[in-house]
């Protein structure tokens, strides 16, 4: 009978980490994950501050539209008293009244007219300036104010005679109304919108 041949068995060690091991990774992880999210706020910000950069845009788009399309339809006739254009500047900020053929108050008192008188006011307030705009009839005088456009560094109207521009105009001495207006919004970024208006009803 032929002996029994005994075979070794490789030894198998523990294949497992050590917390070394362990501790390394997990510090390695952490790094990555606080870059990652680094990156990941810095993306989110920037996001914010397009998305708010494009709300202030479109808002003094619009604010400049709308002053524009009213301008387009000032009236002014000496014959008629209720008929104004008047642009200064009071308080180191620009003031402009007028009349115009647009949407404005009505009372069922007043006669029926599509004559509105509209400001724009500039006032100095703690985040920068505030523009207002107020409509009312001009038979009856109440006024309805609300706020067209805030915190903005600077607002200019200038208004133009046919050779030059100048920063005021009364109808009343002028007798008639300025070829154009010139509208200039700063907002606080230092960013500028400019709209140049023809004054169309003669």
């Given at each position: 009978?032929?002996?029994k041949?005994?075979r070794?068995?490789?030894?198998?060690?523990?294949?497992?980490?050590?917390?070394?091991?362990?501790?390394v990774a997990?510090?390695v992880?952490?790094?990555?994950?606080?870059?990652?999210?680094?990156?990941?706020?810095?993306?989110?910000g920037?996001?914010?501050?397009?998305?708010g950069?494009?709300?202030?845009?479109?808002?003094?788009?619009?604010?400049?539209?709308?002053?524009?399309?009213?301008v387009?339809?000032?009236?002014?006739?000496?014959?008629?008293?209720?008929?104004?254009?008047?642009?200064?500047?009071?308080?180191?900020?620009?003031?402009?009244?007028?009349?115009?053929?647009?949407?404005?108050p009505?009372s069922?008192?007043?006669?029926?007219?599509?004559?509105?008188g509209?400001?724009?006011?500039?006032?100095h307030?703690?985040?920068?300036?505030?523009?207002?705009?107020?409509?009312?009839?001009?038979?009856?005088?109440?006024?309805?104010?609300?706020?067209?456009l805030?915190?903005?560094?600077?607002?200019?109207?200038?208004?133009?005679?046919?050779?030059?521009w100048?920063?005021?105009?009364?109808?009343?001495?002028?007798?008639k109304?300025?070829?154009?207006?010139?509208?200039?919004?700063?907002?606080?970024?230092?960013?500028?919108f400019?709209?140049?208006?023809?004054?169309?009803?003669?």
């Amino acid at each position: 009978m032929r002996p029994k041949v005994l075979r070794s068995i490789p030894f198998i060690g523990n294949s497992g980490f050590t917390l070394i091991e362990v501790l390394v990774a997990l510090a390695v992880g952490s790094v990555a994950l606080l870059s990652l999210y680094g990156v990941l706020m810095s993306v989110l910000g920037a996001g914010e501050r397009t998305g708010g950069s494009l709300d202030r845009d479109l808002e003094a788009g619009m604010f400049l539209e709308r002053l524009s399309a009213e301008v387009n339809s000032a009236y002014f006739t000496p014959e008629e008293p209720r008929t104004i254009f008047s642009g200064k500047i009071r308080g180191g900020a620009p003031l402009l009244e007028f009349t115009s053929y647009s949407a404005g108050p009505r009372s069922s008192s007043a006669p029926s007219t599509d004559l509105a008188g509209i400001s724009y006011r500039a006032e100095h307030g703690q985040g920068g300036l505030v523009i207002y705009r107020e409509t009312w009839n001009p038979f009856i005088g109440e006024r309805f104010g609300s706020g067209a456009l805030s915190g903005i560094r600077d607002f200019e109207l200038s208004y133009n005679n046919g050779a030059a521009w100048s920063n005021a105009w009364e109808a009343s001495l002028e007798e008639k109304l300025p070829l154009a207006v010139r509208a200039r919004v700063v907002l606080r970024d230092g960013r500028e919108f400019t709209a140049l208006s023809r004054t169309m009803i003669r």
